[in-house]
């Protein structure tokens, strides 16, 4: 879906904030949007409809064998699609990065938080073990004597 079509149609507290992001950033840029809109439209079965009607006719009406200045439009339209087909590479690569980037940032952020409710959980367990049964627990600091082996 194009960049402005999305912002329009989906709630905004549904999208990832790197696609949030992208996209308002792909909406704000009247170049962006453009190659958003000719690539839409050259990935669509609309275009191939469009050229076989028109690549018929051509070759039917306008021009004889071998279609040299037919050969020459076809090659010019490859140029410019294969270099839209590289900034919809492009774009998807850096959506991919930011994306990435972000959801990285949230797993430590999530790492760091679960990491301090362990260590909150375990000082509260020792203490209400200390409190229930009036003895310190060892902490992982200092070892536990072993029990002999028989």
Do not use: C
Not at 21 to 39: F, G, K, M
Not at 99 to 118: M, S, V
């Amino acid at each position: 879906m194009r960049p402005s079509r999305l912002l329009k149609n989906t709630p905004h507290e549904k999208l990832h904030p790197a696609v949030l992001a992208e996209a308002e950033r792909r909406a704000s840029s009247v170049q962006l949007r453009i190659a958003d809109a000719i690539t839409a439209f050259a990935g669509s079965m609309n275009f191939v409809y469009l050229h076989i009607v028109l690549f018929a006719v051509w070759m039917l009406v306008f021009e004889k064998s071998p279609w040299p200045t037919l050969t020459l439009i076809v090659s010019l339209e490859a140029i410019f699609l294969s270099t839209f087909v590289m900034i919809g590479q492009n774009r998807q690569a850096a959506f991919q990065q930011a994306k990435a980037d972000h959801d990285y940032t949230a797993q430590e952020k999530l790492l760091e938080e679960n990491t301090d409710l362990t260590r909150t959980i375990h000082q509260l367990t020792r203490e209400m073990h200390e409190r229930m049964l009036g003895t310190p627990t060892p902490t992982p600091a200092t070892p536990t004597p072993e029990a002999p082996h028989s």
